[in-house]
């Protein structure tokens, strides 16, 4: 079964600090895939996406992710953490054949002073 | 830009109270979706619409309903509220084809039952 996991519910990290968030998949072929955050009380917001070519991608806010297919893998990273980045993120996936969206579980990103 | 909109974004009702949760898209999209999110927690796919007159339940049961009569309006309507429907419930739309799957999503309409 298609399925995308995020292991760490929580995260904290100290203003400034560099960030990773972790995300896997499971599909049979290369998924599409997403990033989202949501702050409290928001909808969803795309913070990038990828479908193809460079594995590297790069997304608002200064948010990045890179595809690694060997490791099933699209980890979300920032090299300097502001305290406005505290919120909830999402990695999704499709298989882009007209199917829902699969999403993680969220990781909730608190930002310390 | 990216245009959903979703009222109200707060409502507060009684028990057995009926409501309808409004969605509107200005973006052409055929598919729009339901999910239902308990605060911290992960999102569930309650219904779904491919185009007009389309409506297909989600992974989580649910006790409410949809409708599609325009491309831009998909409500979702509780008969009978009760307090475990307390939660986020979020809609998006995406394209039918292209874009990779990629769902735009409204504000949320934070709804408690008393």
């Known amino acids: 079964a298609q399925s995308v996991t995020q292991p760490d519910i929580h995260i904290t990290v100290s203003e400034g600090a560099s960030l990773e968030l972790r995300c896997n998949y499971s599909?049979?072929?290369?998924?599409?895939l997403f990033w989202y955050v949501q702050s409290p009380g928001q909808g969803l917001q795309l913070l990038l996406k990828?479908?193809?070519?460079?594995?590297l991608v790069q997304g608002i806010k200064g948010f990045e992710a890179e595809f690694k297919r060997s490791q099933s893998s699209f980890n979300l990273r920032k090299p300097s953490v502001h305290w406005s980045d505290a919120a909830e993120y999402f990695c999704?996936?499709?298989?882009?054949?007209?199917?829902?969206?699969?999403f993680g579980g969220g990781t909730r990103l608190m930002v310390k002073p | 830009e990216a245009d959903i909109y979703q009222t109200p974004r707060y409502l507060v009702i009684g028990t057995g109270k009926k409501i309808t949760l409004e969605c509107s898209q200005t973006?052409?999209?055929?598919?729009m979706y339901w999910y239902q999110q308990d605060p911290g927690m992960e999102l569930h796919l309650i219904h779904y619409?491919?185009?007009?007159?389309?409506?297909e339940k989600g992974d989580l049961s649910s006790e409410s309903t949809v409708s599609r009569i325009r491309t831009e309006h998909f409500p979702l309507t509780l008969e009978s509220a009760r307090p475990s429907h307390t939660s986020q419930y979020l809609c998006?739309?995406?394209?039918?084809?292209?874009?990779?799957?990629?769902?735009?999503f409204g504000p949320g309409t934070r709804l408690t039952v008393t």
């Open positions: 998006a739309s995406s394209e039918f084809r292209g874009a990779g799957g990629e769902q735009y």
């Open positions: 599909y049979g072929a290369t998924p599409y």
């Open positions: 990828y479908f193809s070519g460079d594995t």
């Open positions: 999704a996936a499709t298989d882009n054949a007209g199917n829902m969206l699969t």
């Open positions: 973006m052409g999209h055929d598919k």
């Open positions: 619409s491919y185009g007009v007159n389309s409506t």
